[in-house]
Each structure stands twice: as structure tokens, then as C-alpha cells.
């Protein structure tokens, strides 16, 4: 068995004048969520063997702030793969993550995490937390799955359980959309 934690990058600012939307950085919002789904990491005792994540300006400053809440010292495998992917590029490269790391926490964007939770946990009415995702996957949200495989390689659609799923707005009703 395998874990694996998805955590969306936080919610980035539209007002900063960016060139390119890899560089967009996060808004005050953003990074006081990225802090709490830090904080909730720490109380739950997540942690993780591996963290392979994108090189966008967004996710390197959620990764921050989440390390930094956590106590965690996190060493990402920076992987320009993982922007704005596709489940199927996403499921390439946990493939390729290390065999042994048991934990894994990848860290991206939407659709394609969205989606991931979808080819690997099926669809079975077995899971309330999967139907909240189908809902919503938002900013900064965690997605927590046990594999059933024992090699990242051997990593398939329908393989997973997904055991929690936590929204920032669950920890703090102010990191939810009715509040700036």
C-alpha cells in the first residue's frame, strides 16, 4: 500500500501585473490557507517520503507557507511536467517517483488534480469525500488516498481509497468563498 496527498496550490492574485500565469503569486487569502492546511498537516502528523510538485510562482509560495505551519522540512522534486497537467501526465509522474517513498504529497493545479482523484478512486457511492470533490476541489484543499499497489510504477485508474479530504474553508469558515 501506498499514500498519496494532493494539495491544490492556494488562491493566487489576479491583481499582480504577471506577464505569464506561471508566474502569478498568491493573494494574503492564499497564503493564510496554505498556513492553516500546514498547521492541519502538523496536527494530523502527515508526513512525507516525497513531494513532487510544480515550479509555478504560486505553488513554490503555497509549498512555503504550508512548510513553515507544518514544521515540516519538505525538499520538492520541482517538475515543470506537473503545470496545469493532466491526470494522465500526472499518473506518468508518480511512475517515475521514487520506490521508496511511501508518502507521497503532490502538489499542482486544477483540473488535473481534480481529475487524478477521479481515475484512481472509483466511483462506486462508497465515498462522500469523493462526491465533495466532484463538487469542488479548491484552493489549497487536501486529498488524502491509500494506493492499492505496492510500486509507484505500477500505478492504475480505480487503485485508490480516498480516506480525507479537507478544505481550508473547513478548518477556518474565512478561507471560504463568502469571505475575502
Not at 56 to 61: D, G, L, W
Not at 68 to 85: M, N, V
Not at 147 to 170: H, M, Q, V, Y
Request: with cysteine; glycine share 4%.
Amino acid at each position: 500500500m501506498k499514500k498519496l496527498t494532493l494539495l491544490r496550490h492556494a488562491k493566487s492574485s489576479w491583481d499582480d501585473p504577471v506577464e505569464r500565469d506561471f508566474d502569478r503569486p498568491l493573494n494574503d487569502k492564499g497564503k493564510r490557507a496554505a498556513a492553516m492546511m500546514g498547521r492541519f498537516a502538523r496536527s494530523k502528523a502527515l508526513s512525507f517520503d516525497q513531494v513532487l510538485a510544480s515550479p509555478a510562482v504560486r505553488v513554490i509560495e503555497t509549498l512555503e507557507n504550508f512548510e513553515e505551519a507544518s514544521g515540516l522540512a519538505l525538499e520538492p522534486t520541482w517538475d515543470r511536467k506537473i503545470y496545469l497537467a493532466s491526470s494522465a501526465t500526472l499518473l506518468d509522474v508518480l511512475r517515475g517517483a521514487n520506490r521508496d517513498a511511501d508518502h507521497i504529497l503532490m502538489v499542482g493545479h486544477n483540473p488535473g488534480l481534480e481529475d487524478l482523484i477521479f481515475d484512481l478512486i472509483p466511483d462506486d457511492g462508497t465515498s462522500p469525500a469523493r462526491d465533495e470533490v466532484e463538487t469542488k476541489y479548491p484552493t489549497a484543499a487536501l486529498a488524502e488516498m491509500t494506493l492499492a499497489i505496492d510500486s509507484w510504477a505500477d500505478i492504475n485508474e480505480k487503485c485508490g481509497k480516498l480516506d480525507r479530504f479537507t478544505r481550508p474553508r473547513d478548518l477556518d469558515p474565512e478561507l471560504g468563498p463568502d469571505y475575502n
